[in-house]
Nanobody, 122 residues
Framework: QVQLVESGGGYVQAGASLRLSCAAS????????MAWFRQPPGKKREFVSS????????DYTPSVQGRFTIARHNATNTVTLQMNSLKPEDSGVYYC???????????????WGQGTQVTVSS
């Protein structure tokens, strides 16, 4: 069983940056696709970004394209999300996920972290 622990959330002003980190408890028998999802207040959880098992393919939801950057560091079993030019609509609980299939849908991920809160004030 892989455990994921997120860190790096916080309260910032619009335009600021945050860097989220997700650490896996142990390496897996084969690389997993990794992703970040978020749940805005009062809304359903939504896809933010994903990175393929080998780290050679990244995907972003259009609203964060050009502002967020996902990266994976297989040597340390971590994945990061650099978030720049933050907007109030980026607020929510951010979840790290890992799975065999990966992709934009929650069904592609078997392992989930507990989430870290990001609040962007205007």
């Amino acid at each position: 069983q892989v455990q994921l622990v997120e860190s790096g959330g916080g309260y910032v002003q619009a335009g600021a940056s945050l860097r989220l980190s997700c650490a896996a408890s142990q390496p897996t028998s084969r690389p997993l696709g990794m992703a970040w999802f978020r749940q805005p207040p009062g809304k359903k959880r939504e896809f933010v970004s994903s990175i393929s098992r080998l780290g050679n393919n990244e995907d972003y939801t259009p609203s964060v394209q050009g502002r967020f950057t996902i990266a994976r560091h297989n040597a340390t079993n971590t994945v990061t999300l650099q978030m720049n030019s933050l907007k109030p609509e980026d607020s929510g609980v951010y979840y790290c996920a890992a799975g065999i299939r990966g992709g934009r849908f929650e069904s592609g991920y078997q392992y989930w972290g507990q989430g870290t809160q990001v609040t962007v004030s205007s």
